[in-house]
């Protein structure tokens, strides 16, 4: 295969040899080392075989000693392509324009797709990125991509890992963070346990620190639970400072209004659809449409980018974004007070509920009508875990003078 090949690209003829001397013709291939191939004799006079261009063109100096006659049938190969080629300078002028188009493509990135954590500000992160050299356009071998992600974890302290992966000319990067820690009391500091919300203690369970309230206490928001500072055990002991813990259970109420308007609107969808076509290329945006779109609020907007892609990991500077408007009308709907109670009822408690560290034990409402809305008043009983720490400013209380220190 590979030797047919390589025949072809240097060119082969196919010759008819006529004349009588058909013997001579064939000793003097044989003396001038002239290969030939194919040979078939039709008669005795005629024979037909290959040649390569190159051989051709030996023989054509030694033909005159044969006495025989040599016709070409057939020219393939290479060589004969390029010459039939030569003066079509269009296509040409097109070999050299596409092998352009293919440096460039394969030259810079013209698809990036980013994988960025929650936790981190995907614009920031892009922006930052574009401002170091990554951006739809930028040549591959211009991106120093250590030097870039070092620069990056640098510049986002929440940022854990940072990758570029260049699969062809596109570029995808992924990024992961941290959610920063949230500030804690050191565990060394002196700490008290304080009310969180106003209610009446249930139950105290003091793991370190003084309890200051006991159950059946009514307390205020900021109320001291827990103090950090501990009376002494013993008639000769001495106060001394600590880290309050403990768990603290309060009944507690919660009070809650909403509202929600009776009559809203619904949308019916007339069929009407409408698209408008853009073409993108690179980063500069042609619009195939006249004005800037479509104006009034009574359509919902599908907007859909196709990119020109060869293969998974070459894409095309080229893409179609097709904007679709769906056009609907407004129609009115007027719902009861009783229509709205339950889902107004699980949306109130719902909140409640994500809100505490307990659970709800009872709740009465009123739902009634004013001024066209649907007004909730809610009120619910609960039993949470209202102390949370705080740093204590205690200091210890100096100790008396003994009877023998006052005595005269």
Not at 66 to 82: D, K, L, N, S, Y
Not at 212 to 217: E, N, P, S, T
Not at 256 to 268: H, P, S
Request: aromatic fraction near 6%; glycine fraction near 8%; proline fraction near 4%.
């Amino acid at each position: 295969m590979l030797a047919r090949l390589w025949r072809l690209a240097r060119g082969q003829v196919r010759v008819r040899v006529t004349g009588a001397s058909l013997p001579r013709f064939l000793n003097l291939c044989a003396e001038k080392g002239l290969m030939l191939r194919r040979m078939e004799r039709t008669a005795w006079d005629e024979m037909y075989a290959t040649l390569s261009l190159a051989d051709f063109r030996a023989l054509r100096r030694y033909m005159g000693r044969t006495g025989c006659r040599v016709h070409i049938e057939q020219r393939r190969g290479m060589p004969f392509w390029a010459a039939r080629l030569r003066p079509r300078t269009a296509l040409w002028g097109g070999l050299v324009l596409l092998m352009l188009l293919c440096w460039v493509l394969c030259a810079h990135i013209w698809s990036i797709e980013a994988h960025i954590d929650p936790v981190l500000d995907e614009a920031e992160v892009m922006q930052q990125l574009e401002e170091l050299g990554v951006h739809i356009g930028a040549r591959i071998s211009s991106l120093d991509t250590r030097s870039i992600r070092w620069t990056m974890l640098g510049m986002q302290p929440n940022m854990t890992f940072l990758s570029l992966n260049f699969r062809g000319n596109s570029l995808t990067i992924e990024a992961y963070g941290v959610t920063p820690p949230e500030e804690k009391i050191d565990q060394n500091a002196i700490v008290k346990v304080v009310a969180a919300r106003e209610g009446v203690i249930k139950s105290v369970k003091a793991l370190e620190g003084q309890p200051m309230v006991q159950a059946g206490d009514a307390v205020e928001t900021g109320d001291t639970l827990i103090s950090g500072l501990v009376a002494p055990t013993r008639e000769d002991g001495n106060y001394h400072l600590t880290h309050a813990r403990g768990e603290v259970e309060a009944y507690t109420v919660h009070h809650v209004t909403a509202a929600r308007a009776l009559e809203t609107e619904n949308k019916v969808y007339t069929g009407k659809v409408r698209r408008q076509y853009a073409l993108v290329l690179g980063n500069h945006r042609l619009n195939l449409y006249i004005g800037s779109g479509i104006d009034g609020g009574t359509c919902d907007k599908i907007i859909e980018t196709r990119t020109l892609r060869l293969s998974d990991s070459v894409v095309f500077p080229v893409s179609l974004v097709v904007q679709t408007y769906v056009f609907y009308e407004r129609e009115p709907q007027t719902a009861t007070v009783e229509e709205l109670r339950v889902e107004m009822l699980s949306r109130a408690l719902e909140e409640i509920a994500s809100g505490m560290d307990g659970s709800v034990t009872e709740h009465s409402e009123t739902l009634t009508e004013q001024d066209g809305a649907a007004v909730l008043e809610m009120t619910v009983h609960a039993v949470e875990q209202i102390g949370v720490e705080a740093v204590d400013d205690s200091t210890i209380p100096e100790k008396p003078p003994s009877e023998d220190e006052t005595a005269p």
